[in-house]
């Protein structure tokens, strides 16, 4: 036998659910996907003649199932495990050996269903094995007690369905499929704007099984009045949940939600519906109204009572939705903002790119830069800080200012400019790892351009000469950013050949979850060499095109900095 350790509490299920099972007069038990027995209500308890110490927490099969002779059964002989663990419904008999040890023959009957913001799970259901005639039935489970597994089960996999998304359209995708047509044929959404307007942006019907939206009836609606007693008016504001009908809307209309209504009944073909308020932590975020066709039962007060649970799990799921795809905007707004205009330097063309984090992912802090130092070289940087939020892309503005004074202030190789900053970020900022290359790019007598840099850790620059040969720039390559080791850094040096392009960017732009950094480095190569004809701003875009990883596959955000060097020009002023 195993047993989990839990004692007599239940290990997984919902509040809900357990007074539902103690209110039955029948023997149940909840177990979860492993098949360990998590709430039995007291008819189980007797049936069984086990306490709950004796029964929750325990393996399900290995504490009840015998053979006929008493003997312990083997898992894959047991219908019962086979039906649990494959979450379907099914029915059956098995000797089961109660707490005294004397074996009786049950019936039992298994339904999947799911607590209430929990895992998903399985009901049973025991009762003494029928010796007629009929005995190979499936025992029949009470009405009332399978409505509300039902009722559960929807409830476990709204919850699911809704705070496995933080997008807010995504959401209300499911939550359409999830209702529609199990619930009703219509689903109806308003939302309330951040401008408190209201939007209607979802009417679905399903039409021989596949989900048909009615976007001429879809778009902005009237302001939601302040006194109107009308469904969904009351909804808006938050008052109430209502039953509704096409007569509701009969009379002389007391706003223009009410015509809006009114021309919905009347173009959708409901009879009844049911609307219920979308709440939120502080504020109403909409409505949701569902209906039937004339061909179904009307909607009762039992529906009301569901979509309201419904709707409550919709609210706290638009809510996160929200407030993360809040919190993604401000800090895309804010690392954009930090991102700098690229200088004007004779002789040069600089492009740079910066693209966020698809939207399942957070803003990153990679980061681009180029400035003139006080010696006339131009400086570039291209850097990463280890993270995916808000302090990610601060830790990003705070080394970059510092990169900047050091360079500024510090007649120094770039290799001594990196050393001071790793000696003072762990003292000055919260960064807890950064990578970069940093490079000083300066002309020579002869108009020339030599390019001295040093790399912490960083993905290799790369250099694409204009005939389309492409390599990486290996050399001077050291250790990243605040780990707290002395470490030696070096510089390294090249004179870029006329009008070659030199590219600095970010890891997202060469690995990903489903290909390796050494494939993505010989892809951006390949890319790279093939455009080294194009003019740099069609360079950068398309290499950021073909190069960057699929969105489903790419997690991180990406920032390129492109450098070309000119033509050098003969001493009278024409081309060599």
């Known amino acids: 036998m195993s047993h ?35 709430q039995a209500n007291a008819c189980a308890e007797r049936l069984l003649g086990r306490g709950a110490a004796d029964l929750v927490g325990w393996d399900a099969h290995e504490l009840l199932h015998r053979d006929r002779h008493g003997r312990p059964l083997a898992r894959a002989r047991c219908q019962m495990v086979e039906a649990v663990l494959a979450r379907r419904a099914q029915a059956g008999s098995s000797w089961c050996e109660r707490g005294d040890r004397s074996l009786v023959e049950l019936s039992w009957f298994v339904a999947p269903c799911g607590g209430v913001g929990g895992p998903a799970g399985t009901v049973l259901v025991f009762t003494a094995a029928d010796h007629g005639p009929d005995r190979t039935h499936p025992p029949h489970a009470p009405e009332s007690l399978l409505v509300e597994l039902e009722r559960l089960a929807l409830l476990a996999e709204t919850t699911t369905q809704l705070t496995s998304t933080l997008d807010s359209d995504e959401a209300l995708r499911r939550l359409v499929r999830l209702v529609v047509p199990k619930i009703a044929d219509w689903a109806v959404i308003d939302l309330i704007t951040e401008a408190d307007e209201v939007e209607r942006v979802t009417v679905v019907h399903c039409e021989d099984g596949a989900f048909v939206a009615h976007e001429d009836l879809q778009g902005p609606m009237p302001p939601i009045p302040e006194e109107s007693p009308m469904p969904l008016s009351r909804a808006l504001r938050g008052a109430a949940s209502t039953l509704a009908t096409p007569h509701t809307y009969q009379g002389p209309p007391d706003s223009g939600i009410a015509i809006e209504q009114k021309r919905l009944f009347e173009a959708t073909g409901m009879v009844s519906a049911a609307i219920a308020p979308i709440r939120g932590l502080r504020d109403v975020l909409g409505a949701l109204t569902l209906g039937r066709s ?14 309201e649970d419904i709707t409550r799990r919709t609210g706290l799921a638009l809510d996160n939705a929200r407030l993360y795809q809040r919190q993604r905007k401000v ?29 399942d992912s957070q803003v990153g802090g990679d980061w681009y830069d180029a400035f003139t130092v006080t010696n006339g070289a131009t400086a570039l940087v291209i850097g990463d800080v280890v993270g995916h939020d808000l302090d990610a892309a601060a830790g990003m503005a705070q080394v970059r200012s510092m990169l900047r004074a050091y360079a500024w202030t510090h007649h120094e190789p770039p290799s001594a400019i990196v050393h001071r900053l790793d000696g003072s970020m762990a003292h000055l900022t919260g960064v807890p790892m950064a990578t970069l290359v940093f490079g000083s790019l300066a002309q020579t007598a002869d108009s020339a351009w030599q390019l001295t840099w040093t790399n912490a850790g960083h993905p290799p620059p790369l250099l694409v000469t204009h005939d389309g040969q492409a390599r990486y720039l290996t050399e001077g390559h050291g250790l990243l950013l605040s780990t707290g080791l002395e470490w030696t850094r ?13 590219v600095l960017y970010t890891d997202g732009l060469v690995e990903s979850r489903d290909r390796s950094i050494d494939s993505g480095l010989e892809q951006l190569r390949k890319h790279a060499a093939s455009l080294a004809h ?12 073909r190069a960057r990883p699929t969105t489903g596959s790419n997690e991180d955000d990406i920032a390129v900095l492109t450098v070309r060097t000119p ?6 002023g024409g081309d060599l």
């Open 567 to 572: 033509e050098i020009q003969s001493a009278a």
């Open 534 to 545: 194009r003019p740099l701003a069609a360079f950068t875009d398309l290499l950021l095109e």
């Open 331 to 359: 800090a895309e707004t804010m690392q954009r903002h930090l991102l700098p205009q690229l200088p004007s330097v004779p002789g040069l063309q600089m492009a740079a790119r910066y693209v966020p984090a698809p939207d």
């Open 490 to 502: 070096t510089d390294a040096s090249l004179l870029l050949p006329p009008r070659s392009t030199l």
């Open 4 to 38: 989990s350790g839990v004692g007599n509490v239940s290990v997984s299920g919902s509040a809900r659910s357990a007074e539902v099972l103690g209110e039955l007069d029948a023997a149940v038990c909840l177990v979860d996907q492993r098949g360990t027995i998590t």
């Open 294 to 307: 004339a061909d179904r039962e009307p909607l009762t007060g039992a529906d009301l009572s569901l979509l």
